[in-house]
């Protein structure tokens, strides 16, 4: 069964950065594709970011030239970095592959 496991979150003023790792196990990681999605209170879940397996990206435009998502296959670990932050990208994020998700992590962001 595939396991993943966010990191990263917390706490940061508007304009700083966070970068967030999606751990994998249980899966032959480098063929495949990660997504990162959020869900702030009281909103549906959304798409934030994707990496395939062959390193193509693609972002939400919420987010596009602020987010950016690496690989590392080495270690099984997808990131998601996040710059130039605003209150509203508070929300749990969540790192998705097929039908698994994580757990989430916390990201708030303060005015």
């Known amino acids: 069964q595939v396991q993943l496991v966010e990191s990263g979150g917390g706490l940061v003023q508007a304009g700083g950065s966070l970068r967030l790792s999606c751990a994998a196990s249980g899966t032959l990681f480098r063929f495949i594709d990660v997504g990162w999605y959020r869900q702030a209170p009281g909103k549906q879940r959304e798409f934030v970011a994707r990496i395939t397996s062959v390193g193509f990206t693609s972002f939400a435009d919420s987010v596009q030239g602020r987010f950016a998502i690496s690989r590392d296959n080495a270690k099984d670990t997808v990131f998601l970095q996040m710059n130039s932050l605003k209150p509203e990208d508070t929300a749990v994020y969540y790192c998705?592959?097929?039908?698994?998700w994580g757990q989430g992590t916390q990201v708030t962001v303060s005015s």
């Open positions: 998705q592959t097929s039908i698994y």
